[in-house]
């Protein structure tokens, strides 16, 4: 576990049962929307943070939160059928699949934890969730600036960095994670779930293709290849 001076993880006792660290219901996850749905914790720290990021005339919009595993089924069988229906082979059509989004089970927006942001103060583009948005000219630009130098002092850290060495899921710098209780979630789902035995046990849409080399694969990179203060 990583050391920040500024948490005292040690009073984070938590424990996570294996349906919550798949998005299978967590009684700790508040909200009634896909928006607004967090861990209790996280969405306290949230809220210090849109807050602060206020007074610079800042406004900090979730576009994304808590995402059971449901949901997340339901997307990504959602494109399975869309891509197997332009005919590509099932390995294929996963490969594509995985370029954006997670296999059901393995997302960290089933922690409650995550959440993807925007500046509802800024022009809104059409998609907003693409990076160069966050650079250069882009709209949400100030947003970006203000994290950098902010959002850690409340407990949050950007997941999948622009580092060119790291593999996994591509630079978004939309996408934050509330480390106090995150970097636990991710200690313990190492320890307690088994990925391969977890994806077969589900039912999921094509899993019968998930091979071993994949999966392996997958885990390393796409799940364990994030930001390092986050490990
Ligand atoms: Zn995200």
């Known amino acids: 576990m ?12 938590e ?12 009684t700790a996850i508040v909200g009634d929307s896909y928006t607004s749905k967090m861990h209790k914790t996280t969405k306290e720290a949230f809220h210090k ?5 206020a007074k610079e005339n800042i406004n900090i919009e979730v576009v994304s939160a808590y995402r059971s595993f449901q949901r997340q089924k339901e997307i990504f069988e959602r494109k399975y059928k869309q891509f197997a229906s332009e005919g590509l082979s099932p390995e294929k059509a996963i490969e594509k699949i995985i370029e954006y989004s997670t296999i059901p089970g393995t997302s960290r927006h089933h922690w ?12 809104r583009p059409a998609n907003v969730l693409m990076p160069e948005h966050f650079h250069g000219t882009g709209p949400f630009c100030k947003l970006k600036m203000w ?3 902010n959002s850690e002092k409340f407990g ?14 591509k630079y978004e710098p939309w996408h934050f994670s509330y480390a106090p209780i995150s970097i636990p979630m991710l200690k313990e789902y190492k320890e307690k779930i088994d990925v391969k035995q977890m994806l077969s046990e589900e039912e999921i849409l094509g899993n019968e293709h998930f091979s071993e080399a994949f999966v392996s694969k997958y885990v390393k990179e796409n799940i364990l290849d994030i930001n390092h203060l986050l490990k």
């Open 2 to 13: 990583a050391i920040f001076p500024q948490f005292s993880f040690n009073n984070f006792s």
């Open 112 to 123: 409650g934890t995550d959440i993807d942001i925007i500046d509802a103060n800024a022009p």
């Open 49 to 53: 943070m849109k807050a602060a990021a």
């Open 156 to 169: 949050f850290f950007e997941v999948y960095t622009d580092n060119g060495n790291r593999k996994g899921f």
């Open 147 to 149: 994290l950098n130098d």
């Open 15 to 26: 424990q996570f049962t294996r349906n919550q660290l798949i998005g299978k219901g967590n």
